[in-house]
């Protein structure tokens, strides 16, 4: 019995204090032999109820990316928190995305997006305005890699919602070389500047 209370006690303590004993995952890239950054954007002890009571287990939600434009995200749940961990960043690497980032460090124009209650508004910034975000904002940027961008969340605070909301919203994003592409014109007529911006992206 006493094991048992122990076994409880040591499973809320990983609930709690699981994100600094894995501070690479919450805040520094993962060193799993892969080039990829995960960050734990949430974890939460969820309950089934079954026949003979509940049984207790945890969900988490984790962001992937390689700092070079490509991103994804992904949930799991298991019992043990590792676990569960483990399940979210797989999938998280199975449905990464890649996003035009102008110059490297930002977005190439401003765009809404929004999932469920979610509603989230993302904004290009100039040189050495950093990453200016909320929580599960931040860390789809800081893995996606972008270095300045001003992000405002104007709907649900809940951290699903807020991350799948900005993944729409990047999924929107072109770059003007693209944008070019369909049109079937250069890259200047398309930002209406002269020849010498005809090489940016």
Known sequence: MAM???EQRGGGRTDRGGRNDRGGRRGVGSDDGNEFLEKLVSINRVAKVVKGGR??????LVVVGDQKGRVGHGAGKAR???EAIRKATE??????IRVPLREGRTLHHDVKGRFGAGRVV????PPGTGVIAGGPMRAVF????AQDVVCKSTGSANPY????ATF???GQTMSPRAVAAKRNKKVAEVLGRGPEYAAEE
Do not use: D, I, Y
């Open 4 to 6: 048992a209370g122990r």
């Open 55 to 60: 049984r207790f287990g945890f969900a988490a």
């Open 80 to 82: 043990e928190v590792p």
């Open 91 to 96: 999938q998280a690497k199975r449905n990464m």
């Open 122 to 125: 993302l904004r290009t910034a």
């Open 142 to 145: 800081e893995a996606l890699g």
């Open 161 to 164: 919602n807020m991350v799948k």
């Open 168 to 170: 729409e919203a990047l």
